[in-house]
């Protein structure tokens, strides 16, 4: 009998995530599958408004885990991998994990300085850390014409001095 021989593609288990997340980049871990070369990650999102799963993230990879390459948007997920063979087969997909990318808000930053009538024409703006946050944005206005003279977005410090003086009044 003359021929060759192909193994069959086994089905890995999905191993995770699983559960709540407050992480955004999740990572995913599986067994391997028999004469894998690579798996197909397949995670999909759960549409609350439509009732509907999508595809939202497809990957051919090597390894028995990955870690995802963008941010996640909160919602609920499921994954599940496929083996992919030498030749081009593919296994069934794998078990189904479901997990929730739930990012908790930043809580409000305290403003500690400055407060009042300043004395000074580069005042020092100074902040409490707000947990879970990790950049700021400051914006001042002026009381009396109500201009903004001060707009730093995505800041990552607690405390700020502008480039250029504050003009006298409120």
Sequence with gaps: VDGSYTPMPG????????????????????????????????VERYNATT?????????????????????????????????????????????????????????????????GDIGVSFPTFEWTASANAATYNLWVTRVSTGERVIYRTAFAGTSYVHFSALQDGN
Excluded: C, E, K
């Design 11 to 42: 089905v890995p288990t999905m191993l995770g995530p699983i559960g709540t997340l407050a992480n955004a980049v999740p990572d995913f871990q599986w067994t391997q599958g028999a004469a894998a070369v690579s798996y197909d990650l397949l």
């Design 51 to 115: 009732g509907v799963w999508t595809s939202y993230y497809t990957r051919n990879v090597t390894g028995l885990s990955h870690t995802a390459v963008q941010q996640f948007p909160q919602g609920d997920y499921r994954a599940s991998v496929r083996t992919v063979t030498s030749n081009g087969s593919l296994s069934a997909y794998s078990n189904v994990v479901s997990f929730t990318i739930d990012i908790p808000t930043p809580s409000s930053p305290v403003i500690l300085r400055p407060r």
